[in-house]
């Protein structure tokens, strides 16, 4: 394992949800599993006038009630900052110096922007200005929390805004499915086994089809989201990052350079979609009112902060294609929405039916298509679907599972997506956080798409009962198959299962 060096990690927005939620919930793992470094301390920033008490008394809300915890709360304070001028930086500057001399932490400093982007543009200029953002001795780093732009251009302004205060390698954009250790596991499953790899490519695949269902609405963020949308919320970064893990070259070797050169070069393969083109290949829905187990569940334009006549898409299902030597012709599936019948994420690999059939097959709907469903979360592992004889007279096939689940490895646990992240960036690893150019790469795939929804009111926006699969016009997307329809448990699907 690598050292971490001593550090201090600064958290602007530290008043927020993701910082209660996610950050100190992950910090204080790391800390549990010694991870942390020897001397380290976390400095909370945000408007609110907190003191060091008062911030821990708020953060401890989502830490276990267990011994430890308190030793580990000693680490954080908290400085409140105002961020119009340069000045306003300085308490925070002088509190991290009173801080690192106190406590003798080297003054490496990771910077986490935790705040509304807004202030994307704002806070590396005040750290610069303040001499914060690099020292000849010591790193400085620049976490960045999504949303990273809300469209092509807006991405590009921030990468040139950030660029001016902070190096490249010293910027880190974090897409917290990239920590995922499933997604993870995809280029590990790809590339470490010989019996994949052979068949990972046109020859062998039909079809790659990705499913990101979420059973929740937009839970009090409809204000954010109404402006946002699956496209810009799940697909423009989370799915296309999964994308590249899925359909990327092997790499030379695993660091930061070569997997992120690997996928900037799926991203500029993706063929991009037509204005004129985009009715056909994209479907967007929003889901409307309905009942739930006998709930009655309000339709989008009924949740707070939502527009009463919003066109956001709540779901979006696309069909597009890789254009390179491995991927020629395989049409690869994505879709992904709020209020669908449970929270699943998974990829579906299907391969090729063989050349010539000689057996019956039992189920019409199965006809022997091998399926490899790497499963991301829930029940998070692998299965594989393969034709098998049915015992008895005659030579019927039929579809039978070999699956792994992750909850099987009982001396391991598998650790949520922060952790990881957090502690890659103390040690300085970017293998898993996204390049500038890539995200660049990834909106300029989806800006077309947004920009013909946005000039072509007519392209229809389907409405879906909420609690079902979306509407029927995704389905339409593949030719003459079906989406898998997962369950909580990797083996289910089909009709009946437990959501
Ligand atoms: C976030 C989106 O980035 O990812 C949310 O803003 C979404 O809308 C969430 O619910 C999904 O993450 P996960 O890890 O639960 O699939």
Same mark, same amino acid.
């Given at each position: ?10 958290? &602007? ?33 945000? *408007? ?8 821990? %008394? ?5 830490? +276990? ?25 300085? +308490? ?12 003798? =932490? ?15 543009? /704002?806070?590396? *200029? ?17 976490? /960045?929390?999504?949303? &990273? ?14 660029? !001016? ?27 470490? !086994? ?7 490519? *046109? ?44 359909? @990327?070259? +092997? ?7 070569? =997997? ?8 500029? $393969? ?17 889901? %409307? ?21 919003? *066109?956001?898409?709540? &779901? ?85 599972? @070999? ?22 960036? @103390? ?47 995704? $389905? ?24």
């Amino acid at each position: 394992m690598k050292q971490t060096e001593n550090q201090i990690l600064i958290i &602007f927005g530290a008043s927020g949800d993701l910082t209660k939620r996610k950050l100190i919930p992950a910090l204080y793992v790391l800390f549990k599993q010694n991870l942390l470094p020897k001397k380290f301390a976390v400095v909370g920033a945000s *408007r609110s006038p907190l003191t060091d008490e008062t911030f821990r %008394t708020k953060v401890d809300e989502f830490l +276990p009630k267990e011994e430890g915890v308190e030793s580990f709360k000693k680490m954080l304070f908290y400085q409140p900052v105002l961020t119009n001028t340069a000045d306003d930086l300085i +308490p925070l500057k002088n509190r991290l110096k009173y801080i690192s001399n106190d406590l003798n =932490i080297d003054k490496n400093f990771v910077f986490y922007l935790s705040t509304p982007p807004s202030l994307y543009e /704002v806070i590396p *200029r005040l750290l610069w200005e303040n001499k914060l953002s690099k020292s000849s001795k010591y790193f400085r780093r620049l976490i /960045v929390e999504k949303p &990273f732009g809300t469209d092509l251009e807006s991405a590009k302004k921030l990468n040139i805004n950030l660029l !001016n205060y902070f190096k490249e390698d010293m910027i880190y954009r974090i897409d917290h499915y990239l920590g995922k250790e499933t997604v993870q596991n995809m280029l590990v499953t790809r590339f470490s !086994n010989g019996i994949f790899e052979p068949l990972w490519n *046109r020859n062998y695949i039909e079809r790659v089809e990705i499913t990101s269902a979420e059973s929740l609405g937009v839970e009090g963020r409809g204000g954010y989201y109404d402006q946002s949308g699956a496209m810009r919320d799940m697909l423009q970064n989370h799915l296309l990052q999964l994308v590249s893990f899925v359909a @990327m070259e +092997p790499p030379t070797v695993i660091n930061a350079t070569a =997997i992120r050169n690997e996928t900037i070069k799926v991203f500029q $393969s993706l063929r991009p979609i037509p204005e004129n083109m985009v009715s056909k290949y994209v479907i967007r829905g929003q889901y %409307t009112e309905s009942k739930i187990r006998n709930n009655k569940v309000v339709g989008y334009r009924e949740e707070p902060g939502v527009d009463e006549f919003s *066109r956001t898409e709540t &779901f979006v299902a696309l069909k597009f294609f890789i254009d390179n030597w491995r991927w020629a012709g395989v049409p690869f599936y994505i879709r992904t929405g709020k209020k669908l019948p449970t929270r699943v994420t998974e990829v579906v690999i299907h391969f090729k039916s063989v050349p010539h059939h000689l057996f019956d097959s039992a189920n019409s709907s199965s006809t022997n298509n091998n399926q490899l469903i790497i499963r991301i979360h829930p029940d998070e592992g692998i299965l594989v679907k393969f034709g098998m004889k049915t015992p008895g007279a005659g030579f019927e096939v039929q579809t039978v599972n @070999m699956d792994f689940h992750y909850s099987d490895l009982t001396d391991t646990t598998v650790s949520a997506a922060y952790e990881r992240l957090l502690l890659d960036c @103390m040690q300085g690893d970017a293998t898993l956080y996204a390049r500038g150019d890539a995200v660049e790469e990834a909106w300029g795939f989806v800006q077309p798409i947004i920009d013909a929804w946005q000039n072509n009111p007519e392209i229809p926006v389907y409405g879906y009962p909420a609690g079902t699969w979306g509407p029927e016009e995704a $389905s339409k997307l593949i030719a003459n198959a079906e989406w898998r329809f997962p369950c909580k448990n990797l083996t289910d699907d089909g009709l009946y299962c437990e959501l």
